[in-house]
């Protein structure tokens, strides 16, 4: 073991027995950033597993490929499907709509398997088969996610699990979701064919009442949800803020009651280089211990809430959201970073103030308090800042995006400013008192001399 490794390794020993010392303390760093990974991942994890059912959601029945025609009041006529048929269109019907089965309300979608174009057969692997014959007759086969089959009760059609189909959805023949839905004679949409013939009749001159909807233009449930996942990441934000500042408390406490273990190791020849580093190291392990559990719990919290939260985005939007939740490298990548930047803003001002002081200055209490008093004049400039910022987000600022800004601008500013603030109630209050006299505070006059 060379010289510089050996120095390190005592440094690191000699820091670490505070925390022997001090347990209570280093439970309250560890589930400071525990917790606070553990919100913000969490909430990451839901806002994954939703965007990833959009997008499988987007590519059913090819809805982000193909381009389709609709009607501006909402149903088209089969009987426009049928003359666009005979003009040589290449169309392929699609109804879809919201129907109870077995007591439980799903989103029910007829196609019709002979015509639909190529992207809408691989969306359904089970239609590419050699008999059809199922799927036609009575009463109907019907495919579903494996998550939907085991929980839905259909005694009108013959459910089959396929996990291509999206949660919460049911594909039937065109004709079995007309009946179900009621909606004989009407569709919701027609499939247009990639490669249509040259030649055919204008769409103006077979089917005017009807509009054509290029790719991607009808895909927009994940815009449509875009609010709903702002709110649930400014609250993981708002979580993993609050719990930084517990972390930063007893990060600057630990240095407080460190400063003679500074002294000392500096009078004995550790280089400040040395010393700093150790500290960022012992923050980054402590920071990787508290980002793992924080891991870990938030993958607990957000499998625990998903069923609440897919339900709450079938209600409102009839997303497709499963109500088992995956893992996903990138949420937990994102989390663990997260923990470790914030361990470093948490305890960086403390070692920047270390870094920046004579070798026997940590445990001179005047020079730990003028570099403090730096540190605290900083803090100060940047809660103006921000507090500058927050109103000028008030006055100009626009959308729900200035607004959580505003908001998160106030909230830090006012954090920031506290410390500064209190420095100054307690400077005002260590003045000398007046003197004697109530309101003169000068000196009081000689006693008379004696008389001879």
Known sequence: MSPATSMAAVTLGALLSHWRRNLLQLAMLLMGLALATALWSGVQALNAEARSAYARAAGFLGAAELSRLEHPQGWVAQADYVALRRAGWLVSPVLEGRA????????????EPLTAPPASVAAAPALDGPDLAGFFGPPGQGFAHPETARTLEAPQITLTADEAVPVGTVLVDIGVAQRLLGAEGRLSHLLLHPDQPRGVPPLETVAPGLRLIPPDASADLAALTDSFHLNLT??????????LFIVHAAIGLAFEQRRAVFRTLRALGVPLRTLTGVLAAELMVL???????????????????????????????????????????????????????????????????????????????????????????????????????????????????????????????????????????????ARPPPGPRGGGGGAAPPPPPPRR
Do not use: K, N
């Not at 109870?100 to 196609?111: E, M």
């Not at 400014?234 to 719990?243: N, P, Q, T």
């Open 234 to 243: 400014a609250f993981g934000l708002l979580a993993f803020a609050v719990g």
């Open 100 to 111: 109870d089965l077995g007591g439980r309300r799903v989103t029910l979608t007829g196609i």
């Open 287 to 429: 920071a990787l211990v508290a980002g793992a559990a924080g891991l870990v719990l938030g993958y607990g919290v957000a499998a625990l809430l998903l069923p609440d939260v897919a339900a709450s985005l079938r209600g409102l939007y009839g997303a497709p959201v499963p109500g088992e939740l995956g893992f996903d490298p990138v949420w937990a990548g994102a989390g663990l970073a997260m923990a470790l930047g914030g361990a470093l803003v948490a305890g960086g001002r403390s070692l920047w103030a270390l870094w920046h002081l004579p070798p026997l200055a940590p445990a001179q209490p005047r020079a730990w308090a003028v570099a403090s008093a730096r540190s605290l004049r900083r803090q100060a400039v940047a809660a103006g800042g921000l507090g500058v910022t927050a109103g000028a987000l008030a006055l100009w600022g626009q959308g729900l995006l200035a607004g959580f800004a505003l908001l998160a601008a106030l909230l830090l500013a006012a954090a920031l400013a506290v410390p500064p603030v209190l420095a100054g109630v307690l400077a005002l209050g």
